[in-house]
T-cell receptor, first 118, second 114 residues
């Protein structure tokens, strides 16, 4: 079974509008971290935002926020006031394993290509 | 400047010719990892290392080897490359392997195996 699922291969959004990129995950660990990365056309991977499984508040970083619904196992990325520079590939990732140091793998979703229209 | 470096950035080679992609980080990170990125498949973890001399398989380790003799370096070795290993490769590091540590990525190595 897929551990990270991103169901939107591609999305369009009008400049200055908000957009939500979906991510659902599957884990039996109690301790895990969820991450979003941006990959512009130049290819580098840029860390955007992190949400811990025990965090009660949704994470926010500037125009990025993470809509974390633990019971539904979803961690959607919300980008407010989209800009042309937001056009990129976006990846959701999960890091399992807690202080006991057990499972150390990292799993990525297949990504969502976002295009911002002027 | 804190960074992860990879070399080479681009490589075209032929089937069966052994190659090594180097990865180095200057942040004193314990955890290092290799990924391959293929269209429609996202990033898939090849190998990871929790510390010096400690490595483990990721989801797609076949055809790859790694070693971690020093904390800062984590080379990826393809002993007999095949065309299905044509891909974009990323090295990444994080302070530890704990779930709250973000990873820092290298610039990527685009490998073509003919």
């Amino acid at each position: 079974a897929q551990k990270i699922t991103q169901t939107q291969p591609g999305m369009f959004v009008q400049e200055k509008e908000a957009v939500t990129l979906d991510c659902t995950y599957d884990t039996s660990d109690q301790s895990y971290g969820l991450f979003w990365y941006k990959q512009p056309s130049s290819g580098e991977m840029i860390f955007l935002i992190y949400q811990g499984s025990y965090d009660e508040q949704n994470a926010t970083e500037g125009r990025y926020s993470l809509n974390f619904q633990k019971a539904r196992k979803s961690a959607n990325l919300v980008i407010s006031a989209s800009q042309l520079g937001d056009s990129a590939m976006y990846f959701c990732a999960m890091r399992e394993g807690g202080i006991s140091g057990g499972y150390q793998k990292v799993t990525f979703g297949t990504g969502t290509k976002l295009q911002v229209i002027p | 400047e804190a960074q992860v470096t990879q070399n080479p950035r681009y490589l075209i080679t032929v089937t069966g010719k052994k190659l090594t992609v180097t990865c180095s980080q200057n942040m004193n990170h314990e955890y290092m990892s290799w990924y391959r990125q293929d269209p429609g498949l996202g990033l898939r973890q090849i190998y990871y290392s929790m510390n010096v001399e400690v490595t483990d398989k990721g989801d797609v380790p076949e055809g790859y080897k790694v070693s971690r003799k020093e904390k800062r370096n984590f080379p990826l070795i393809l002993e007999s490359p095949s065309p299905n290993q044509t891909s974009l490769y990323f090295c990444a590091s994080s302070l530890t392997g704990l779930s709250y540590n973000e990873q820092f990525f290298g610039p990527g190595t685009r490998l073509t195996v003919l």
